[in-house]
T-cell receptor
Framework: EDQVTQSPEALRLQEGESSSLNCSYT??????LFWYRQDPGKGPEFLFTLYSAGEEKEKERLKATLTKKESFLHITAPKPEDSATYLCAVSSGNTPLVFGKGTRLSVIA | NAGVTQTPKFQVLKTGQSMTLQCAQDMNHNSMYWYRQDPGMGLRLIYY???????DKGEVPNGYNVSRLNKREFSLRLESAAPSQTSVYFC????????????FGPGTRLLVL
């Protein structure tokens, strides 16, 4: 059974304080790993897809990386507007995505 | 493109009442999904439709039914609402189950009294 574990559950950062969010997964044949951002009261918004170990994707202050067992979402010099819940999900074969429970990020000015 | 749309945005029901949550997508996606999201529980899959004409149970299907009306529309029905079904419901769609990106609707907030 595919599983996704995200850590930490919550993270509080000062503005400008870089950090990383972790997504550990066990899956029988990874086809894709997805990162989403979710703001309060809204649906998850797609950020990145990673397909193979060693792959990296960047968007503004965010960079996602992938190994064979985990993915990291690095946040460089975060701003208060980066505050959100970040969700990780994996796809294996023709089955629905399996989501982690998310990391709730708060960036304090 | 509106993407994935959901109606209503918010609903209050009394225990035992029924209602249907509507979802539509205009991206010509084959697969559609219904999730519920509760504090501390993450997104949990209720039902999905891999393609028009098929539906399958997810992790938490009890108390719900679905209808894939056509390729665009996928509805979720609560026949007899219970307080345990108080939640935020999200619809999502993707081209096919595989590597393609999945897109979410804005959600329906449901309160069952």
């Amino acid at each position: 059974e595919d599983q996704v574990t995200q850590s930490p559950e919550a993270l509080r950062l000062q503005e400008g304080e870089s950090s990383s969010l972790n997504c550990s997964y066990t899956v029988s044949g990874l086809r894709g790993l997805f990162w989403y951002r979710q703001d309060p009261g809204k649906g998850p918004e797609f950020l990145f897809t990673l397909y193979s170990a060693g792959e990296e994707k960047e968007k503004e202050r965010l960079k996602a990386t992938l190994t064979k067992k985990e993915s990291f979402l690095h946040i460089t010099a975060p701003k208060p507007e980066d505050s959100a819940t970040y969700l990780c999900a994996v796809s294996s074969g023709n089955t629905p995505l399996v989501f982690g429970k998310g990391t709730r990020l708060s960036v304090i000015a | 493109n509106a993407g994935v749309t959901q109606t209503p945005k918010f609903q209050v029901l009394k225990t035992g009442q029924s209602m249907t949550l509507q979802c539509a997508q205009d991206m010509n996606h084959n697969s559609m999904y219904w999730y519920r999201q509760d504090p501390g529980m993450g997104l949990r899959l209720i039902y999905y439709s891999a393609s028009e004409g098929t539906t399958d149970k997810g992790e938490v299907p009890n108390g719900y039914n679905v209808s894939r009306l056509n390729k665009r529309e996928f509805s979720l029905r609560l026949e007899s609402a219970a307080p345990s079904q108080t939640s935020v419901y999200f619809c999502a769609s993707r081209t096919r189950t595989g590597i393609e990106t999945q897109y979410f609707g804005p959600g329906t907030r449901l309160l069952v009294l």
